[in-house]
Nanobody, 124 residues
Framework: QVQLVESGGGLVQAGGSLRVSCVAS????????MGWFRQAPGKEREFVAA????????YYTDSVKGRFAISRDNAKNTVFLQMNSLKPEDTATYYC?????????????????WGKGTLVTVSS
């Protein structure tokens, strides 16, 4: 049974930083692209970032480029999202995702596995 468990969400002031993590189990981690999505209140879930199994060529949505960084530790089955220069519009529940597709494709294609999410709130 695949499980993706996010952690690290919380309340931060605008301009601050936060790192969220996701630990995966029940799958061969190195065979999967890992990604992050977010869903703000009243809005649809949107793609944020993805990273391939080897960690090369991470892919980001335009609104977070230069502010967010996705990384992974294959030895610990963990993917991270470092979020800097946070804005109130980054407030959302952040979901971890896993799929065997390439990183760029995760922005548009259905994803196999999802976590339950961790809430990030950015105050102005």
């Amino acid at each position: 049974q695949v499980q993706l468990v996010e952690s690290g969400g919380g309340l931060v002031q605008a301009g601050g930083s936060l790192r969220v993590s996701c630990v995966a189990s029940g799958l061969t981690f190195t065979r999967y692209t890992m990604g992050w999505f977010r869903q703000a209140p009243g809005k649809e879930r949107e793609f944020v970032a993805a990273i391939s199994w080897g960690g090369s060529s991470p892919y980001y949505t335009d609104s977070v480029k230069g502010r967010f960084a996705i990384s992974r530790d294959n030895a610990k089955n963990t993917v991270f999202l470092q979020m800097n220069s946070l804005k109130p519009e980054d407030t959302a529940t952040y979901y971890c995702a896993a799929d065997s597709m390439i990183a760029r494709a995760m922005a548009q294609a259905p994803v196999d596995y999802w976590g339950k999410g961790t809430l990030v709130t950015v105050s102005s």
